[in-house]
């Protein structure tokens, strides 16, 4: 695997240093920072017990387009048990609020990809029983954001290469973080922090790593679909949810997403909600992209 170098350095929500920049991240690396573990005993807590995490999500499960993958209230119901024994510390609660407060679009993010991660892993993964471990890997995949400044997160114009560079710290800088706050170097939210904007062809960072994890690719594919949706301050308008799907079928056929989760992502879509190894994916496009998408675009300073 490629070295991991902090381009940047990592730190808490209340500044306080874990890792210098210059450092090469390893598992052992990780475990020294675990061992120096100084807050209080390990508390955690029920993730839609925080706050208004619950109320929140149900807002936005009635909005478009979630109210078409979630038009009934048995569906909600059925996802929602499956959210509701996910636990997280006290930290990663409070990284939650700070994003309410200073960065609403990044906090519905994460409880957007939570719900649509946990809904598209309940009908891909065979195996149930590590579930609840890893769809904790939803709301966590962006915690370190925290490490980017505001500024770069809020940004309306196009990013300059070193504010791109800042950015796509946040996958390393969460990866840390969880291994920290969660107390396991092996956590299965570590990897997926690391590895959610790696693509399947190996086009994506921070390491250009083909995705193999069927969980990590669940995630990449939520992240992708919600972040596609939503208003972003690159770009005011969204995508429409039929466009939205499009784009994604195309990055699929492309080899930088795993196909059969694409066409579990367009199943939960359909009215009939068939099974998705029979649902078949139109390649057509039909949709507009909104106008006035900054996203990728750089400018040299
Ligand atoms: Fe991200
Ligand atoms: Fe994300």
Redesign the pocket.
């Known amino acids: 695997m490629t070295t991991l170098k902090l381009n940047y350095n990592v730190f808490t929500l209340d500044n306080r240093q874990l890792i210098p920049a210059g450092t090469i991240v390893s598992d052992d690396i990780v475990e020294e920072l675990i061992s120096t573990y100084q807050s209080p005993p390990h508390q955690s807590s029920v993730l839609l017990k925080h706050g208004s995490i619950k109320d929140d999500i149900l807002l936005f499960f009635s909005q478009p387009p979630y109210n078409t993958i979630l038009a009934d209230e048995k569906r909600t119901a059925s996802l929602l048990d499956l959210m509701e024994p996910v636990n997280a510390p006290y930290q990663i609660l409070e990284i939650m609020d700070y994003f309410k407060l200073h960065d609403f679009y990044t906090y519905r993010?994460f409880i957007m990809?939570f719900a649509l991660s946990t809904l598209l892993a309940r009908d891909l993964m065979e195996d149930h029983n590590d579930l609840l471990a890893e769809v904790l890997a939803g709301p966590t995949?962006?915690l370190g954001k925290i490490c980017v400044p505001l500024n770069i997160l809020k940004k309306t114009d196009p990013l300059t290469r070193s504010e791109r560079l800042f950015l796509e710290h946040h996958a390393i800088a969460g990866h840390v973080l969880l291994g920290y706050y969660l107390q396991d170097s092996k956590a299965f939210a570590l990897k997926a922090a690391r590895d959610?904007h790696e693509r399947n062809d190996g086009s994506g960072y921070p390491c250009g790593t083909h995705l193999k994890d069927r969980m990590v690719e669940i995630v990449v594919v939520s992240?992708v679909y919600d972040?596609l949706l939503s208003p972003r301050p690159y770009r005011r308008i969204s995508y429409d949810n039929r466009t939205a799907l499009e784009e994604i079928t195309a990055m699929a056929k492309k080899g930088k997403l795993s196909w059969e989760i694409v066409q579990a992502l367009v199943a939960v879509n359909r009215k009939d909600r068939p099974h998705y190894s029979d649902c078949t994916v139109s390649l057509e496009k039909r949709g507009t992209p909104p106008p006035d998408n900054m996203y990728g675009i750089i400018v040299d300073k």
């Open positions: 993010h990809v995949h962006d959610h992240d972040a």
